[in-house]
């Protein structure tokens, strides 16, 4: 299935400004995104498209329904989907509050973090 045919299957739908919003944002051509190509930047979009539909709040498409969009398997859908739903979940990790990080042993001593910066706790004295 081309490219074009894919985008023209998400404008039916009603589904193709998920991938405008994910190709402008990411920086990949639509073409591209909807097409065969992978490297890690259009995988990794393609893999957030998916999710999105999936997601829908509005509409619940199955993954072989997405996998017909796309010209793909089910089961390579699925993998797409859980590899976004991974990264979604470690960035949420990476970027909760820094108070709640757990501190950092250092080749010197033990880095004690708090929401107000971070100190080296082996040179101040300090517990952890």
Same mark, same amino acid.
């Given at each position: 299935?081309?490219?074009?045919?894919?985008?023209? %299957? +998400? *404008?039916?739908? #009603? $589904?193709?400004? !998920?991938?405008?919003?994910? %190709?402008? *944002?990411?920086?990949? =051509?639509?073409?591209? $995104? &909807?097409?065969?190509? *992978?490297?890690?930047?259009? @995988?990794?979009?393609?893999?957030?498209? /998916? /999710?999105?539909?999936?997601?829908?709040?509005?509409?619940?498409?199955?993954? =072989?329904?997405? %996998?017909? +969009?796309?010209?793909?398997d089910h089961t390579t859908i699925m993998a797409g989907i859980e590899a976004h739903a991974q990264r979604l979940a470690v960035a949420a990790?990476?970027?909760? #509050?820094?108070?709640?990080? =757990?501190?950092? =042993?250092?080749?010197?001593? !033990?880095? @004690? &973090?708090?929401?107000?910066?971070?100190?080296?706790?082996?040179?101040?004295?300090?517990?952890?």
């Open positions: 299935m081309t490219s074009n045919r894919i985008i023209d %299957a +998400l *404008r039916e739908r #009603d $589904l193709d400004a !998920i991938a405008l919003d994910v %190709a402008a *944002r990411r920086g990949v =051509p639509l073409a591209e $995104l &909807c097409g065969r190509g *992978r490297t890690q930047s259009v @995988a990794r979009a393609r893999h957030e498209v /998916w /999710w999105r539909i999936r997601h829908h709040p509005e509409r619940y498409l199955s993954l =072989p329904e997405i %996998a017909r +969009l796309f010209g793909r990790i990476t970027t909760s #509050d820094a108070a709640s990080a =757990p501190s950092v =042993p250092l080749a010197m001593g !033990i880095l @004690a &973090c708090t929401a107000d910066g971070c100190e080296n706790a082996s040179k101040t004295g300090g517990s952890i």
